[in-house]
């Protein structure tokens, strides 16, 4: 059992620590986006150096007192949020903020946790790099929380998840050891790969303090286009073709249903709106390509090609950076829209991709035998990924629903499932899928993961209950 | 401690499992290609599927019987040979040889440990897709073998790692579990990630037994070069400039010093040479292309770009698919030679990719300190690793320097060390780095793979004394 933070606990540790370590705890740090989860107090601290988040670390292993890491505070599952049990110290990574090193030569940057990432992006950039990582809370999300996470987002399809964009961490492992792993080397095996065990380890297993990142080339011409598509199964074959004519050229492959579109206007009326009907499901694809070549021909090639397979009915071919950048902002602002309309329940899913068509088809006639509701269903199409959430009719308010919101989840979960698809594509586990994991995760990994967890930190302080659940 | 494998042993598994899993342990799996390694006796078992390898680990968890895995016996570091303890089960995946599914619309393969690679390779390309793995001992070397050491070889720069080429498993844990990890998704955050624990642990944490394999599509249009370079700062300044005019397309770029030509001329007569009087260093440069890219004048352009510059000499652009399988024939057959030759002292080492010049530079006084050699430093330069091999003067024997080698391994792995690199970049630590992993690793990243290991394989059956020393 952990114990809760007390005042001696914080009067011994503003012995051994700055001053400016220790942070009021303001509201923002018990909320998340979603309002689904609220935090209890506690003690909030901001460690400055690495040394310093390991002092915190060993104390609170020492006293048994839980730590909840917390990075720009933009995760979906509650992984940053403690409700209930003893009051946690909360470790916030926003002092740790600097770009340690860029090696453009190298393609390698090394930044601290609490980079934002549009920082990380801006440093890249101005080396004439590319840091890939993209997705809508660039803005806010810290590197840390984007590499606990394994955060995902619309690059992945190039340029893989935030793991496969890391070639070492340093971090404070449970014990308040410093794990000093920034190797910036694309080879080394010596030993158990502890970078990518906590990556994707949600702060459970440690609390990582520094990455060494990879950056890949800046394209040197980039274009994008709007494709409305017949169904799910032509976006795979539309996929295809532009794998056959575009290569790995292709940044993004996004799929939007006309729910998107409809409840922008709804909710962002302000917002330009590329079709004035919008289409049932349109396709966004990105490209990003080397000085020789032309996004806007290979664009306007791809749509003659997949308009004469019947593929595709319409679609609108950027003229313009700036248009490129309006096609984006409206994929981008399906998240805020959906969070205005007010989901029942949202579903972070990935299915093998061949299996997408079927999944769609299926998930429609289950949710029907719950309900009316209205269904926003968008996402990474390249990566199987697809954000399949659930709304209330016009009308209807989310609180109507919430006797239904658990069996609309099974529903969709178990469906996923069925097809050999993840309950969690991007998202993570957090507090809010731990049941998830245990009813549909293979018991030989979940046995495997608490044997782990328990090795490394016996006493159960990192992120408790976050992934899995607190031993009792 | 563990118990030797004993007649009663043996006896009670022959009532369990069909007799097919019973071999003759035949010389062939107690020796290495380098002969520093010969394994002791034992009992070999050949599962057919992966129930009967979970029957085989759970018996031996059961009896405390030690467990080496064996894949197709190419390794370099011992990891596959068991020299002294208590007599070991040898588990060889070579039954379990199937292709068990081609999903080419996914870009996806699920393959079984067993199969060679060059099977994967096989089957990729009969569905019009490629298996980017390829290595010198590619015709012998079986996936799960290649998985558990995380296998680099000659596309890393371009498909990553084994790890890299990864999306699920299916594997045995220590307990004689099974784990059903062969989800062939892009995006699962569902909790830590076993699959890359596993891959590079080289056998200690459990007996990989499939694997779903990513899939690339296959380059419509390929081509090599053989550029002669000033030194290795003009190989790297050269591979900026071919990321610059080619982009993603570069699939290899390997550095080839003057040694590599002299040794095959020595010792492979009859090996066509590209070079009358070969350079002191060499490039070898790979593309693969979209169908409507030149890779021919791609590489004409790049050779007259860094003749301007300085930083080429003199080059071959090869003129046939033959002439660029004959460049690779002779890269490939460089660690024929070195063995033929003998090396006194082999390192598979990594820096940082700008630290490559100093490291070579370096490197050749420090071993004139410690006596006369001949050096072959060839490698996978895109990707930072050096094979830094140390070779006998003609006329001299590799024995003549026995009580050499350990200063000379000493001297270039401290080295390695300083420049923030790896004495293990591709290899792995088997049994023959372990004493460097203990010297040059992070005093809490070995903590953490110790708690690790004890954790997930209490007994320490799983490949005792590989990565990690046995507890005594």
Redesign the interface.
Known sequence: MLNPVTDAFAADLRTRLPAAVFRELTPAYLEEPRGRFRGQGGLLLAPGRVEEAAEIVRACATARVGIVPYGGGTGLVGGQILEAGPAPVIVTLERMRAIRAV?A??N?LVAEAGCILTEVQDAAEAAGRLFPLSLASEGSARIGGLLS??A?GVN??RHG?A??LCLGIEAV?PDG?????L????????????R??L???EGT?GLITAAALKLA?RPARTGAALLAVRDPAAA?ALL?LA??R???GISAFELIHRAGFDFIAETLPDLRRPFADPPDWTVLIDLGL?AGQDPGAALEGLFAEAFEAGLVSDGLVAQSEAQRHDFWMVRESIPLANRRIGAISSHDI?????AIPDFIAAAGPALASIGRFRINCFG?LG???LHYNVFPMPGETRADHEPRRSAIKRCIHDLVVSF??????????GRM?VE??ER??????????R??K???DPAGIMNPGA??RAPS
């Open positions: 090696h030569d190298e390698v996470t394994n995902g992945v399809l998840n793991r496969d492992l050891s410093i794990l000093k792993g190797k910036r080397l694309r080879k080394d095996n010596t030993g158990y790969d502890l990518y065990l990556i994707g380890a297993l080339p795979l295809a794998r056959d575009v290569g790995e080397g990935s299915v093998p991709l061949s990474h990566d199987g990924n050999d698809g993840s309950v969690s594509a991007e998202h993570g586990i899928k998830d994991l549909y995760g293979d018991p030989a990994r979940l046995a495997a993961m044997a782990i328990a090795a490394l992934v899995l």
